[in-house]
C-alpha cells in the first residue's frame, strides 16, 4: 500500500536467537509514524552490521558538504562586524574568555578533527553539539575550539557561536548545549580548532504542541568486528528523518579472542571475520579501565558510515549493558570477574564517563548506570 489516511505505525521485528548466550533478542528493523498522505519511504534496516565489504564506502570524504572558502570562514566563525554571539552553555568544559588571558593555557599546534561530529538530545530550543580534537602531539595541554550554528548549509545565516576549551581530562572531547534555537527547525553547525575546520553537521530541534508526523530510524547491536554498518550510512542519505534512536550496545567491550571452557582461545563474540575484513577491535584485550574505553569509542567514530550517521541526524541514545559488560546490573556483571578484573564500581565508573564523553548526550550523574 503505498497511500494512507490513517495513523500507521509499522515495526519489522526480528528474532535473532544467539547460540552462544541461549536467548532470543528483539531488533526492531524500523519504525515509521507518518500520518500524511504522501508514499511510504523504503523501511530502514536497523541490522547494524553487515560482513559483505563490497558496499562499504572508502574512508574518506564522509560529508558531501563543501569545504568553506576563506571568505566564507571568516563570516562563519564571527569576523564580520554585526554577527553576534546568542547564548549557549558548554558541558563539562570551560568557556574561553579573553585570548590574551588564555593564552598560557591554550595549544596552537595544529590538530584535526578525526572523529568527525554528532548532535543529539534534542529539544525544541536546544541541542547538543559534539566532536573531538585529535592532537598531533601526544601530551598537548588543552585548546580552544570555536563552534558555530546556521540556519543554511553555508554557513552564511549564523545564530549561534562560541569558544570551548578540551583537554586530556575529557579525552579532548568537546560538547556544547546550543541553545535559544527555534522549534521543528533544521540548523547546520560546524567546529574550527587554530585553523582546521571541522565537517559541516546538520542537525533538528524537536516541535511543540500537537505533532501529526514523525519520522525516526532505529539502531541497536552494533558489533564493530561482525561487519560494516551500511544502515548507517542508508539512514544517512535520507534527508525526511526527524531523529535517531540507538536503543543501546553502541560498541561492546570483547577483545579479539576469547576462552571456551576447555582452555582453548577462540575468536570472540561475533569475530570470526574480523581480520579478514579488517575490523579488528582495538585495543585487542576485553576493555575494562577508562582509557580502554576511550580507544574503543574512538575506534568506532572513525567508521565512516557511522560518521555519516552522526553529521545528518540528531541522535537520542540510551545504553543497554555492553556499553559497560555483558548483562551488567548495579553490582556486576556476567561478563565481569572482580579477582581479575577489578572492582565493578571502577569499571562501572570508567564505562559511563567514557559513554558521557563520546556521546552527544547532555552529561547526567555518572554513579549511575540508567540515564
Known sequence: MSRHNNKTVKANIKKDVDANEGITKEVIHNIFVDTLEQP?????STSSTNTNPSNHPPNNNIQNTARLGRRRF???FGYTIGVTAVGATGLGLTG????????????????????????GDPLSDRVILWTRVTPQQTGSHQFSVEWVVARDEQ?????????VTTSAKNDYTVKVDADSLEPNTVYYYQFRVNKKLSDIGRTKTLPVGNVNHAKMAVFSCANYPAGFFHVYADAAKRNDLDVCIHLGDYIYEYG?????AQG????????VNASAINREVMPDKEIVG?????????QYKTDPDLQALHAAVPMIAVWDDHELANDAYDSGAENHQPNTEGKWDDRKLAAVTAYHEWMPIRNEVQSEIYR
Open 40 to 44: 511510504v519511504n523504503p523501511p530502514i
Open 74 to 76: 571568516m563570516q562563519g
Open 96 to 119: 574561553c574568555g579573553d585570548d590574551a588571558k588564555n593564552s598560557s593555557h591554550t595549544n596552537d599546534e595544529v590538530a584535526s578533527f578525526v572523529h568527525g561530529v554528532a548532535s
Open 155 to 163: 554557513m552564511s545565516n549564523i545564530v549561534a557561536q562560541g569558544k
Open 256 to 260: 579479539r579472542t576469547s576462552m571456551d
Open 264 to 271: 582453548a582461545i577462540t575468536p570472540a563474540y561475533a569475530s
Open 290 to 298: 577508562i582509557n580502554e574505553y576511550r580507544t574503543r569509542y574512538a
